[in-house]
């Protein structure tokens, strides 16, 4: 981050938008916005802030993974997938196909 060009105020955000715009597109850096001095907005190009998301989920589903080997490891009971599906079944009266 470059906080010379990455950092603006809201007005000078509102008067320059289309050069702003250009930039991130450019640079893939997010451009941070403030009010009175303070740190208010952060804008990104929507390419940047995909993969931002696909990040946060990656690590969330990495984080729940890590979670359910360590319950196996440490002598957690766990059920099979066909009994899982043999409750469901059974509980909501249905069959299940091979």
Do not use: W
């Not at 000078?12 to 907005?41: E, Y």
């Not at 984080?63 to 909501?92: D, H, P, W």
């Amino acid at each position: 981050m470059n906080i010379i060009r990455d950092i603006h105020s809201v007005s000078v955000f509102k008067r320059d938008a289309s050069k702003i715009l250009k930039q991130l597109k450019k640079t893939k850096q997010p451009v941070i916005l403030t009010v009175n001095g303070k740190a208010d907005a952060v804008i990104m190009d929507a390419e940047s802030y995909q993969h931002l998301v696909e990040a946060k989920e990656y690590a969330e589903t990495v984080a729940v993974l890590k979670e359910r080997i360590e319950e196996l490891n440490s002598g957690v009971e766990c059920q099979t997938m066909e009994e899982v599906f043999s409750e469901i079944a059974k509980e909501y009266g249905v069959t299940l196909e091979d």
